[in-house]
């Protein structure tokens, strides 16, 4: 054998060996959203069939959230992953533990790596449940497939500490446009989890169909809830389905919130019951796509009599502390009644223990500071809002609306806000995107997928991925260091996830996605 031969092979092992060892520098792992802090430490902590995972028994709650990670990891692994309680920190294994650390809040965590021991810490189950969701991104890309995988489990050694900038940061699901079943949300809850959201807002309501049951109320859904946009034949969560979807939404420390559009928006519910038109008459199905022609009748005693009782089925459904009300695009609602509506509104919810949250233009009435204003479009109404001590919501049409069209030959959505290619989606920010809001006056943000262009499951992936890894980004990681450049890369890897996950995604050009 010739000496060129034997350099050959011998390059071609070392190159084959050195593909094979696992990555051991942990700053570098392409998480979404990135996190406050990382140090590495240069080495590997494995998984094998021998890891346990041990569960401090001060919280109970820290079970639940050990389930869940075996959940993650069994599948993939072929591994047992037994839950063990304990009162001391064992020598080898996944820990889940409590600590008391201002800094992290209730969704902050600390991971600590070493080559033998994985340690969880966070004040409470909350932040645990966001530090697993870390460990998942930490793992080989392999972890999410649906069958064993026979390669090594490994993370690179180091520490990570974390925490959110802002205390809300939720997405908007329109059921009321086009209706997306509960297998859909709760599709659509586990994507959010993976990216550490804590809220989910649901448009229940619309001109086009009422989608939650009213048993009070009930041609709500028996009429108003018969159609959709296109004429299709819509639907609507029962009273049981909804509760479903919140209990499956707390389990991913997730809040719902529901939201009764008024007092526009509303043609579904005219539609079904004629006594809220002003001339008593009910008005036609609609399934189009305009909006502002509709309005509750502001000065009839049922319209609130109505209400009450809409907020006080749902309130009772929902443990979280939030109610939408709406109270966009309301043209044919006169100023003077659509402000004295919304303020008597206001008194109804706080009279079922929720805090009132509206689009921006509830900013035109006399808010009380427990209110909170989802700015969208008008930097008057935010300056209303922060005049008024009331916080905001972020959710910038032109910035944060995932039914926008990426581009102009997009397949699916609107651009009435303008196009929202992946970078013009993640390269902005909250605090400095208008001069009347400052980072003191803002809860969180929002990104709102409304439906009229969406019809399924398909559809709904391919307007929110992967905007939403850039928008999960936005409200959980510092801004210190953000940049388009380097943030691309880290969401290229994520296709790897979106291809075994299956998720009909939006593959950017602006991305430099993996070929493998």
Same mark, same amino acid.
């Given at each position: 054998?010739?000496?060129?031969?034997?350099?050959?092979?011998?390059?071609?092992?070392?190159?084959?060996?050195?593909?094979?060892?696992?990555?051991?520098?942990?700053?570098?792992?392409?998480?979404?959203?990135?996190?406050?802090?990382?140090?590495?430490?240069?080495?590997?902590?494995?998984?094998?069939?021998?890891?346990?995972?041990?569960?401090?028994?001060?919280?109970?709650?820290?079970?639940?959230?050990?389930?869940?990670?075996?959940?993650?990891?069994?599948?993939?692994?072929?591994?047992?992953?037994?839950?063990?309680?304990?009162?001391?920190?064992?020598?080898?294994?996944?820990?889940?533990?409590?600590?008391?650390?201002?800094?992290?809040?209730?969704?902050?965590?600390?991971?600590?790596?070493?080559?033998?021991?994985?340690?969880?810490?966070?004040?409470?189950?909350?932040?645990?449940?966001?530090?697993?969701?870390?460990?998942?991104?930490?793992?080989?890309?392999?972890?999410?497939?649906?069958?064993?995988?026979?390669?090594?489990?490994?993370?690179?050694?180091?520490?990570?500490?974390?925490?959110?900038?802002?205390?809300?940061?939720?997405?908007?699901?329109?059921?009321?446009?086009?209706?997306?079943?509960?297998?859909?949300?709760?599709?659509?809850?586990?994507?959010?989890?993976?990216?550490?959201?804590?809220?989910?807002?649901?448009?229940?309501?619309?001109?086009?169909?009422?989608?939650?049951?009213?048993?009070?109320?009930?041609?709500?859904?028996?009429?108003?809830?018969?159609?959709?946009?296109?004429?299709?034949?819509?639907?609507?969560?029962?009273?049981?389905?909804?509760?479903?979807?919140?209990?499956?939404?707390?389990?991913?420390?997730?809040?719902?919130?529901?939201?009764?559009?008024?007092?526009?928006?509303?043609?579904?519910?005219?539609?079904?019951?004629?006594?809220?038109?002003?001339?008593?008459?009910?008005?036609?199905?609609?399934?189009?796509?305009?909006?502002?022609?509709?309005?509750?009748?502001?000065?009839?005693?049922?319209?609130?009599?109505?209400?009450?009782?809409?907020?006080?089925?749902?309130?009772?459904?929902?443990?979280?502390?939030?109610?939408?009300?709406?109270?966009?695009?309301?043209?044919?609602?006169?100023?003077?009644?659509?402000?004295?509506?919304?303020?008597?509104?206001?008194?109804?919810? +706080? =009279? /079922?223990?929720?805090?009132?949250? #509206?689009?921006?233009?509830? $900013?035109?009435?006399?808010?009380?500071? *427990? !209110?909170?204003?989802?700015?969208?479009?008008?930097?008057?109404?935010?300056?209303?809002?922060?005049?008024?001590?009331?916080?905001?919501?972020?959710?910038?049409?032109?910035?944060?609306?995932?039914?926008?069209?990426?581009?102009?030959?997009?397949?699916?959505?609107?651009?009435?806000?303008?196009?929202?290619?992946?970078?013009?989606?993640?390269?902005?920010?909250?605090?400095?995107?208008?001069?009347?809001?400052?980072?003191?006056?803002?809860?969180?943000?929002?990104?709102?997928?409304?439906?009229?262009?969406?019809?399924?499951?398909?559809?709904?992936?391919?307007?929110?991925?992967?905007?939403?890894?850039?928008?999960?980004?936005?409200?959980?990681?510092?801004?210190?260091?953000?940049?388009?450049?380097? +943030? =691309? /890369?880290?969401?290229?890897?994520? #296709?790897?996830?979106?291809? $075994?996950?299956?998720?009909?995604?939006? *593959? !950017?050009?602006?991305?430099?996605?993996?070929?493998?």
């Amino acid at each position: 054998m010739s000496k060129t031969i034997l350099i050959t092979l011998s390059l071609l092992i070392a190159f084959v060996g050195a593909k094979q060892e696992p990555a051991t520098d942990l700053s570098k792992h392409n998480l979404i959203p990135r996190p406050v802090a990382i140090s590495a430490t240069g080495n590997t902590f494995h998984l094998n069939g021998n890891t346990s995972i041990y569960v401090s028994d001060i919280l109970p709650e820290l079970t639940r959230s050990a389930n869940y990670l075996r959940e993650k990891l069994q599948v993939a692994t072929g591994y047992e992953f037994k839950i063990i309680p304990t009162k001391e920190a064992p020598s080898a294994g996944i820990y889940l533990t409590t600590v008391n650390d201002g800094e992290l809040g209730s969704e902050g965590y600390e991971l600590l790596i070493e080559t033998k021991l994985l340690t969880l810490k966070a004040n409470d189950a909350g932040g645990i449940f966001r530090g697993i969701q870390t460990i998942r991104q930490l793992l080989p890309a392999a972890i999410e497939k649906p069958s064993v995988q026979k390669i090594a489990w490994s993370i690179p050694t180091g520490t990570i500490r974390d925490f959110p900038e802002y205390e809300y940061r939720g997405t908007m699901l329109d059921v009321a446009r086009h209706f997306l079943d509960v297998e859909d949300v709760k599709h659509y809850l586990d994507l959010m989890a993976y990216y550490k959201f804590n809220a989910m807002h649901l448009h229940l309501s619309d001109d086009q169909g009422w989608r939650i049951e009213i048993k009070s109320w009930p041609k709500l859904t028996e009429i108003g809830g018969s159609t959709e946009v296109g004429g299709g034949k819509g639907g609507f969560f029962t009273q049981e389905q909804y509760a479903d979807i919140v209990n499956y939404a707390a389990d991913r420390y997730i809040t719902i919130i529901p939201e009764i559009d008024m007092p526009g928006h509303t043609n579904a519910a005219l539609a079904s019951y004629p006594e809220l038109n002003c001339d008593g008459q009910a008005t036609d199905l609609y399934t189009g796509t305009k909006v502002g022609f509709s309005t509750l009748c502001t000065n009839k005693e049922i319209t609130y009599k109505f209400i009450d009782d809409v907020i006080s089925e749902l309130a009772e459904l929902t443990p979280g502390p939030y109610f939408h009300i709406g109270g966009d695009e309301s043209h044919v609602t006169k100023k003077e009644d659509y402000i004295s509506f919304i303020e008597r509104v206001q008194d109804i919810v +706080y =009279k /079922h223990n929720k805090t009132m949250i #509206g689009w921006d233009e509830i $900013t035109l009435s006399r808010l009380d500071k *427990r !209110s909170i204003a989802q700015y969208w479009a008008s930097a008057e109404n935010a300056k209303n809002a922060v005049e008024q001590g009331v916080k905001v919501i972020m959710s910038p049409a032109r910035k944060a609306y995932l039914d926008m069209q990426y581009d102009s030959i997009s397949t699916l959505g609107l651009h009435w806000a303008g196009y929202i290619e992946v970078d013009t989606g993640y390269n902005w920010d909250p605090t400095n995107l208008e001069k009347e809001i400052g980072r003191e006056h803002i809860l969180g943000i929002e990104a709102p997928l409304w439906t009229e262009t969406v019809t399924n499951r398909a559809d709904m992936e391919y307007l929110v991925f992967p905007r939403l890894a850039g928008y999960a980004e936005i409200g959980w990681s510092p801004t210190d260091g953000k940049s388009w450049n380097e +943030y =691309k /890369h880290r969401l290229a890897s994520h #296709g790897k996830q979106y291809d $075994t996950w299956g998720i009909n995604y939006y *593959r !950017s050009k602006l991305v430099p996605w993996s070929k493998e």
